[in-house]
């Protein structure tokens, strides 16, 4: 197994600091330490993580999107991405094709067929649905036919592979109840994340500093993509109602800027708020150290897991979230969740005043965290299912 090659599809700009390429690396990285050779082909554009040994395209002009959601420069990246996995497969012969994303999926299916001779398997790694996630997006906003052709394409699209992944149990169910699959065909390998290590006294001190935020108040964090299709409207929304909750202050770590910093003037929140804009995920886990209680304002069907979710719970803290499939299934039983934005609003307003129930809800979540959704667990079913894929290959 130590001589196999994977090479990896990602059509994406990897790496740019979001919950998609955070479980591409700890994939890459978990396969690995389970003994296998990984290249990612990717986009020219994106970071260079130490982990991750990346192959990219020429670049393009104007294409410097790295934030989630369309452009128009991604059908010419693709076709891109394409004639340069071609040839990393002449020239690596990999033994699987892992395909990340949709747009992976078609071209790891087009390299596997260019080389059928060689009946390389082809696994898919799904982080939710296509047609979902463009509805988020607003891409189908009265074009109901292309909604339909979008679900027809992905219905086909679940086809290809000879393995299916996926990041979270709903996923698991959406893809199987969706497309028609049998639910044994697609193996769970759920997104993990880094425990997170407690800050010295002078490392939050110079941090706080660093940051701007003011001492003895409570700390909400939000981190992640300021777009409407990862709860942004609801994260407006609470902002708004914590107006005259002065011993609240939030800590947003997320781009673009631009998409929430003009409601905070506005609205004179901007002194209520503090704007990282983008964050290494090297050191994002030190942002959420210094805070109190975490805000996760999507409420989506999509079915993707949630990155923002495992890094709440590896730093221990208390989580607000609303009330759907997703969440339920990755906090503790029993933990609280909202129905509806006031109540969202209130369960912040009523943790802000009470330590201790912080510090129990927050205890409650590590402990969670560590039985459940360490890298250790992606790992093992890692293994389960490369160990499925190749036997039968």
């Not at 059509?11 to 050779?37: A, K, M, N």
């Not at 299916?164 to 759920?190: H, K, R």
């Not at 509806?340 to 129930?357: C, K, P, R, S």
């Given at each position: 197994m130590?001589e196999?090659?994977?090479?990896?599809?990602?059509?994406?700009?990897?790496?740019?600091d979001?919950?998609?390429?955070?479980?591409?690396?700890?994939?890459?990285?978990?396969?690995?330490?389970l003994?296998?050779?990984?290249?990612?082909?990717?986009?020219?554009h994106?970071?260079?993580?130490?982990?991750?040994q990346?192959?990219?395209?020429?670049?393009?002009?104007?294409?410097?999107q790295?934030?989630?959601?369309?452009?128009?420069?991604?059908?010419w990246?693709?076709?891109?991405l394409l004639?340069?996995?071609?040839?990393?497969?002449?020239?690596?012969?990999?033994?699987?094709?892992?395909?990340?994303?949709?747009?992976?999926?078609?071209?790891?299916?087009?390299?596997?067929?260019?080389?059928?001779?060689?009946?390389?398997?082809?696994?898919?790694?799904?982080?939710?649905s296509?047609?979902g996630?463009?509805s988020e997006h607003?891409?189908?906003?009265?074009?109901d036919?292309?909604?339909?052709l979008?679900?027809?394409?992905?219905?086909?699209?679940?086809?290809?592979?000879?393995?299916?992944i996926?990041?979270?149990?709903?996923?698991?169910?959406?893809l199987?109840?969706?497309?028609?699959?049998?639910?044994?065909?697609?193996?769970?390998?759920q997104?993990?994340?880094?425990?997170?290590?407690a800050?010295?006294?002078?490392?939050?001190?110079?941090?706080?500093?660093?940051?701007?935020?003011?001492?003895?108040?409570v700390?909400?964090?939000?981190?992640?993509?300021?777009?409407?299709?990862k709860?942004?409207p609801?994260?407006?929304?609470?902002?708004l109602?914590?107006?005259?909750?002065p011993?609240?202050?939030?800590l947003?770590?997320?781009?673009p800027v631009?998409?929430?910093?003009?409601?905070?003037?506005?609205?004179?929140?901007?002194?209520?708020?503090?704007?990282?804009?983008?964050?290494?995920?090297?050191?994002?886990?030190?942002?959420?150290?210094?805070?109190?209680?975490?805000l996760?304002?999507k409420?989506?069907?999509?079915g993707?897991?949630s990155g923002?979710?495992?890094?709440?719970?590896?730093?221990?803290?208390?989580?607000?979230?609303?009330?759907?499939?997703?969440?339920?299934?990755?906090?503790?039983?029993?933990?609280?969740?909202?129905?509806?934005?006031?109540?969202?609003?209130?369960?912040?307003?009523?943790?802000?005043?009470?330590?201790?129930?912080?510090?129990?809800?927050?205890?409650?979540?590590?402990?969670?965290?560590?039985?459940?959704?360490?890298?250790?667990?992606?790992?093992?079913?890692?293994?389960?299912?490369?160990?499925?894929?190749?036997?039968?290959?």
């Amino acid at each position: 197994m130590t001589e196999l090659r994977i090479m990896h599809i990602a059509p994406t700009p990897f790496f740019s600091d979001r919950g998609c390429h955070i479980r591409i690396e700890g994939i890459v990285r978990s396969l690995s330490e389970l003994g296998f050779q990984n290249t990612v082909c990717t986009y020219h554009h994106g970071r260079e993580v130490a982990t991750v040994q990346t192959i990219r395209i020429k670049a393009i002009k104007n294409y410097t999107q790295t934030e989630a959601g369309p452009s128009k420069y991604k059908l010419w990246a693709d076709w891109r991405l394409l004639w340069l996995c071609l040839k990393q497969y002449r020239k690596s012969k990999p033994a699987v094709i892992h395909a990340h994303l949709h747009e992976g999926l078609l071209i790891g299916w087009l390299v596997k067929t260019v080389f059928f001779w060689r009946k390389t398997p082809l696994l898919a790694d799904m982080q939710g649905s296509l047609t979902g996630e463009l509805s988020e997006h607003g891409s189908f906003a009265g074009k109901d036919w292309l909604r339909r052709l979008s679900g027809w394409f992905e219905r086909v699209l679940m086809r290809m592979p000879d393995q299916i992944i996926c990041s979270s149990p709903q996923s698991q169910e959406l893809l199987a109840l969706a497309f028609g699959l049998p639910v044994e065909d697609i193996v769970l390998v759920q997104d993990g994340a880094d425990a997170v290590q407690a800050l010295s006294n002078d490392q939050r001190s110079e941090l706080k500093q660093k940051l701007s935020l003011p001492a003895n108040k409570v700390i909400a964090v939000y981190s992640g993509a300021l777009l409407e299709g990862k709860g942004l409207p609801a994260l407006k929304e609470v902002l708004l109602a914590c107006k005259d909750e002065p011993h609240i202050h939030f800590l947003i770590i997320g781009y673009p800027v631009e998409n929430l910093h003009p409601f905070l003037v506005q609205n004179d929140l901007d002194e209520r708020c503090t704007l990282t804009g983008r964050v290494a995920f090297e050191v994002l886990p030190a942002h959420l150290a210094l805070a109190a209680v975490a805000l996760e304002p999507k409420n989506s069907g999509a079915g993707e897991g949630s990155g923002k979710l495992l890094n709440y719970l590896a730093a221990g803290l208390p989580v607000i979230a609303f009330d759907n499939r997703n969440n339920a299934d990755f906090l503790p039983a029993g933990a609280p969740l909202a129905v509806n934005v006031e109540q969202f609003t209130a369960q912040l307003q009523l943790l802000a005043q009470d330590a201790g129930l912080r510090g129990d809800l927050g205890a409650n979540n590590r402990l969670h965290f560590e039985q459940n959704y360490s890298w250790g667990t992606t790992r093992k079913q890692l293994k389960v299912a490369y160990d499925a894929l190749l036997e039968r290959s």
